[in-house]
C-alpha cells in the first residue's frame, strides 16, 4: 500500500510518499481503508525532531492523526463494528500512522462518522474538534452565559473552539488577525479582536475562560484580563507555563494544560453537534498524500485558516 514515511528529522523534503507494509488487524483491532487524513502541527513538529524524546531515533517513521474511512476487517473481540462502516476518528499524536492507504485502530478511537460530512470534512474533525471540546469542556469547565476568549480564533483548533463555545451558549471573543475576522463573524463569535491592531489583555474586558491556541501569551500576563475565578486554558507545556501553574496554586484563577485524547464519547458529542448543524469544519485546502511536502510547507507557515486535509 502506499504511505508516507520519512527516514530522518527535518524539512517537509524528508518526508517520502512511498510503498509501506499494509497493516494486520488483531482481535482488538479494527482495520480501516483510510480515504482521508489531515495536517496537524503535531506532524510537523515530529517531522522536524522536536518530540524526539517521544519519538526516538528509530526509522523509519510515520505519522498522522486524524482518519476517515470504511471499516474493512472487524477483530474477533470486537461486536460493536461491522465491515462497510463509515467511520471517523484519531490515533495517538505522537505514534499516529493515518498517512497511509490502510490503518489498524481500536473502538476506543473509531465512531461513525457525521452522516452529512464528506470523508474529506470529516478528517478535519476529529483531532482538532477534541481539543477545542476538551480545551473548553473539561479544562475550562464552560457554562451557559460565561465570557470566552480564544486566542488564535481562526486556526485549525480555533475555528472548532469558536463554535463549540457559542453551542455551549458562551459570548465569545475571537482574535485573529484582520483578514479572518469576517470568518470568526461568520461561525457565530460575538466580538472579535484583530491582534496587529490591538492587545487582549489591554483592554478593560475579563473573562470566564481564557482558550490560548496559540501559546504566545502567559498565565500571569492574562491575570488581570480573566475574572476572579477565571482559567487560563493552555495547549503548550513550557518551563514557563509550569511555572505560570506554580503561581496559579497562589491564587483562585487557574491555570490549566490540555493535553488531547481520543475518546469515543467526544468523538459521539462532536458528530452530534455537527449532524445539528452547530459546528462544521472549515477547510481551507485539500491536497492529496502524494502532495505532503506541500502540505507540511504551507502548514508551518502558521497562516492556516481552518484544516488542511490529506485525500489518500
Ligand atoms: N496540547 C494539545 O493536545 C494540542 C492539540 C492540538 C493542537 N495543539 C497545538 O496548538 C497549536 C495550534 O494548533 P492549530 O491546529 O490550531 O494550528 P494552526 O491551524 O496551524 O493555526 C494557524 C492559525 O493560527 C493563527 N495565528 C498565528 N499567530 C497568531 C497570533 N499571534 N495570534 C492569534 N492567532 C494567530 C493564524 O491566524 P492569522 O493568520 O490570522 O494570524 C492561523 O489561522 C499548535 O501549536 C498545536 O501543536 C496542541
Same mark, same amino acid.
Given at each position: 500500500?502506499?504511505?508516507?514515511?520519512?527516514?530522518?528529522?527535518?524539512?517537509?523534503?524528508?518526508?517520502?510518499?512511498?510503498?509501506?507494509?499494509?497493516?494486520?488487524?488483531?482481535?482488538?483491532?479494527?482495520?480501516?481503508?483510510?480515504?482521508? %487524513?489531515?495536517?496537524?502541527?503535531?506532524?510537523?513538529?515530529?517531522?522536524?525532531?522536536?518530540?524526539?524524546?517521544?519519538?526516538?531515533?528509530?526509522?523509519?517513521?510515520?505519522?498522522?492523526?486524524?482518519?476517515?474511512?470504511?471499516?474493512?476487517?472487524?477483530?474477533?473481540?470486537?461486536?460493536?463494528?461491522?465491515?462497510?462502516?463509515?467511520?471517523?476518528?484519531?490515533?495517538?499524536?505522537?505514534?499516529?500512522?493515518?498517512?497511509?492507504?490502510?490503518?489498524?485502530?481500536?473502538?476506543?478511537?473509531?465512531?461513525?462518522?457525521?452522516?452529512?460530512?464528506?470523508?474529506?470534512?470529516?478528517?478535519?474533525?476529529?483531532?482538532?474538534?477534541?481539543?477545542?471540546?476538551?480545551?473548553?469542556?473539561?479544562?475550562?469547565?464552560?457554562?451557559?452565559?460565561?465570557?470566552?476568549?480564544?486566542?488564535?480564533?481562526?486556526?485549525?483548533?480555533?475555528?472548532?473552539?469558536?463554535?463549540?463555545?457559542?453551542?455551549?451558549?458562551?459570548?465569545?471573543?475571537?482574535?485573529? %488577525?484582520?483578514?479572518?475576522?469576517?470568518?470568526?463573524?461568520?461561525?457565530?463569535?460575538?466580538?472579535?479582536?484583530?491582534?496587529?491592531?490591538?492587545?487582549?489583555?489591554?483592554?478593560?474586558?475579563?473573562?470566564?475562560?481564557?482558550?490560548?491556541?496559540?501559546?504566545?501569551?502567559?498565565?500571569?500576563?492574562?491575570?488581570?484580563?480573566?475574572?476572579?475565578?477565571?482559567?487560563?486554558?493552555?495547549?503548550?507545556?513550557?518551563?514557563?507555563?509550569?511555572?505560570?501553574?506554580?503561581?496559579?496554586?497562589?491564587?483562585?484563577?487557574?491555570?490549566?494544560?490540555?493535553?488531547?485524547?481520543?475518546?469515543?464519547?467526544?468523538?459521539?458529542?462532536?458528530?452530534?453537534?455537527?449532524?445539528?448543524?452547530?459546528?462544521?469544519?472549515?477547510?481551507?485546502?485539500?491536497?492529496?498524500? %502524494?502532495?505532503?511536502?506541500?502540505?507540511?510547507?504551507? %502548514?508551518?507557515?502558521?497562516?492556516?485558516?481552518?484544516?488542511?486535509?490529506?485525500?489518500?
Amino acid at each position: 500500500m502506499k504511505g508516507v514515511i520519512f527516514n530522518r528529522y527535518g524539512s517537509p523534503d524528508v518526508l517520502e510518499y512511498t510503498d509501506i507494509t499494509k497493516p494486520s488487524p488483531t482481535a482488538k483491532q479494527l482495520l480501516i481503508k483510510v480515504f482521508a %487524513s489531515s495536517v496537524n502541527p503535531i506532524d510537523w513538529k515530529i517531522r522536524r525532531g522536536m518530540l524526539q524524546i517521544v519519538t526516538g531515533k528509530k526509522f523509519p517513521l510515520f505519522l498522522g492523526c486524524d482518519f476517515s474511512g470504511e471499516v474493512v476487517t472487524v477483530g474477533e473481540e470486537i461486536s460493536d463494528f461491522q465491515s462497510g462502516d463509515q467511520v471517523y476518528g484519531f490515533l495517538s499524536a505522537t505514534s499516529g500512522k493515518a498517512y497511509g492507504e490502510y490503518i489498524v485502530t481500536t473502538p476506543q478511537n473509531t465512531i461513525l462518522k457525521p452522516t452529512n460530512l464528506t470523508y474529506s470534512q470529516a478528517a478535519a474533525v476529529p483531532l482538532a474538534a477534541s481539543t477545542a471540546l476538551q480545551g473548553l469542556r473539561d479544562k475550562g469547565n464552560i457554562k451557559k452565559v460565561q465570557k470566552v476568549l480564544i486566542n488564535g480564533a481562526s486556526g485549525g483548533v480555533g475555528t472548532f473552539a469558536v463554535q463549540i463555545a457559542k453551542a455551549y451558549q458562551t459570548e465569545v471573543t475571537g482574535v485573529c %488577525s484582520g483578514k479572518n475576522i469576517p470568518l470568526l463573524k461568520e461561525l457565530g463569535a460575538d466580538h472579535t479582536i484583530d491582534y496587529t491592531q490591538e492587545d487582549f489583555t489591554k483592554n478593560q474586558e475579563q473573562y470566564d475562560i481564557i482558550f490560548d491556541v496559540v501559546g504566545n501569551y502567559f498565565f500571569r500576563k492574562c491575570q488581570k484580563c480573566l475574572k476572579p475565578q477565571g482559567i487560563y486554558v493552555r495547549l503548550l507545556p513550557s518551563l514557563t507555563s509550569i511555572f505560570n501553574s506554580i503561581l496559579a496554586l497562589f491564587s483562585r484563577q487557574q491555570s490549566k494544560l490540555l493535553l488531547v485524547e481520543p475518546n469515543p464519547k467526544d468523538l459521539a458529542e462532536l458528530k452530534d453537534l455537527i449532524e445539528q448543524g452547530k459546528v462544521k469544519p472549515i477547510i481551507d485546502s485539500t491536497y492529496k498524500l %502524494s502532495e505532503i511536502i506541500a502540505a507540511h510547507t504551507y %502548514s508551518e507557515t502558521g497562516r492556516v485558516v481552518g484544516k488542511i486535509v490529506l485525500e489518500v
